[in-house]
């Protein structure tokens, strides 16, 4: 398995991926024309997990920080719009795929991850993960922010008083 940059022409592929989540009873070719036209989507850089064939597994968005105002003290990326092909769900690709794109990126100097959890925290949380104490967290999306800090590092309390949480991305 690979985990890579996708490319230009694998892009309705990778928004597919999500269409059953987040397609909003969109059209199809209606719900790709809005995800291309995403100014959000055009702040980060999507990547995904491919076989030894070459078929996409999985895929998600990394955003600098940096590009919605978040202010870290660490080099930090947030994570988001993470998807698995609907025919491959359920055999833990997500999981390989953010644990070889988290040990890439800390090779490049990343030290920090944040994602809003859609789903049950628990998934993250075995990629390292911790919850936001309650009070960084928004009622109105339902989302339950968290932070994994690269080499192991502990999330502490007094981390997270020194972060400004950035906004769902």
């Not at 022409?9 to 909003?24: H, K, R, S, T």
């Not at 036209?37 to 999985?58: C, E, I, P, R």
């Not at 994994?148 to 999330?155: C, I, K, P, T, Y």
Request: with cysteine.
């Amino acid at each position: 398995m690979n985990v890579r940059s996708a490319q230009p022409q694998e892009l309705d592929e990778v928004f597919l991926m999500g269409y059953d989540a987040w397609g909003a009873g969109l059209p199809v070719q209606m719900f790709l024309d809005s995800c291309l036209a995403s100014y959000k989507y055009k702040q980060g850089t999507f990547y995904v997990l491919d076989d030894d064939n070459g078929t996409l597994l999985s895929s998600c968005i990394v955003y600098p920080l940096t590009a919605f105002g978040g202010v870290v003290s660490e080099r930090a990326v947030g994570i988001g719009s993470i998807a698995t092909m609907a025919s491959q769900r359920h055999r833990g690709y997500a999981s390989i795929f953010l644990a070889m794109l988290m040990e890439s990126l800390e090779c490049e100097g990343v030290d920090a991850f944040f994602l809003h959890s859609d789903i049950s925290p628990k998934i993250y949380q075995n990629l390292g993960f911790s919850p936001a104490p309650e009070r960084f967290r928004s009622k109105s999306d339902g989302s339950v922010p968290m932070l994994r800090l690269s080499g192991g590092r502990e999330v502490t309390r007094e981390r997270w008083q020194e972060i400004i949480m950035p906004t769902y991305f």
